[in-house]
C-alpha cells in the first residue's frame, strides 16, 4: 500500500482545514487508518484512528473538533480540523496498519506527511 497525504496549509486560528490520504492497492479497506501528527522537537502522536468498519477514536486534544472518516470506494481517508489552535501545527502523517494502535510503530505504510501551519 502506498500513502499520499494531502492537503495541509497555513491557516489562521479557529480556521478549518480537511487533510487527505489517497491509498493505492486493493487491499485499503482492510486497514486501520490512523492520522498522526510531529511537531519540532516533540515525539510522533496519534491524533484520530478509523478502524475497517468505521470505528473511530481521538485524541482528548482534537475530541469535537476533527473528524476521521474513510471512503474505501475511492481508497481514500479524510481529517477535517475545525477550531484549528496554534498547537496543532505540526506536519500530519497518514498510516496504515493491521490493527488499531497509538504506537507509530505499529502501522505498516506511511504517507509523506503534509505541514499544518495556525497562525494566532
Known amino acids: 500500500v502506498q500513502l499520499r497525504a494531502s492537503g495541509g496549509g497555513l491557516v489562521q486560528a479557529g480556521g478549518s482545514l480537511r487533510l487527505s490520504c489517497a491509498a493505492s492497492g486493493r487491499t485499503f479497506s482492510r486497514y486501520v487508518m490512523g492520522w498522526f501528527r510531529q511537531a519540532p522537537g516533540k515525539q510522533r502522536e496519534l491524533v484520530a484512528g478509523?478502524?475497517?468498519?468505521?470505528?473511530?477514536s481521538y485524541a482528548d486534544s482534537v475530541k469535537g473538533r476533527f473528524t476521521i472518516s474513510r471512503d474505501n470506494a475511492k481508497n481514500t481517508a479524510y481529517l477535517q480540523m475545525n477550531s484549528l489552535k496554534p498547537e496543532d501545527t505540526a506536519v500530519y502523517y497518514c498510516a496504515a496498519g493491521p490493527d488499531y494502535s497509538l504506537r507509530a510503530d505499529e502501522y505498516d505504510y506511511w504517507g509523506q506527511g503534509t505541514q499544518v501551519t495556525v497562525s494566532s
Open positions: 478509523i478502524t475497517s468498519s468505521g470505528t473511530t
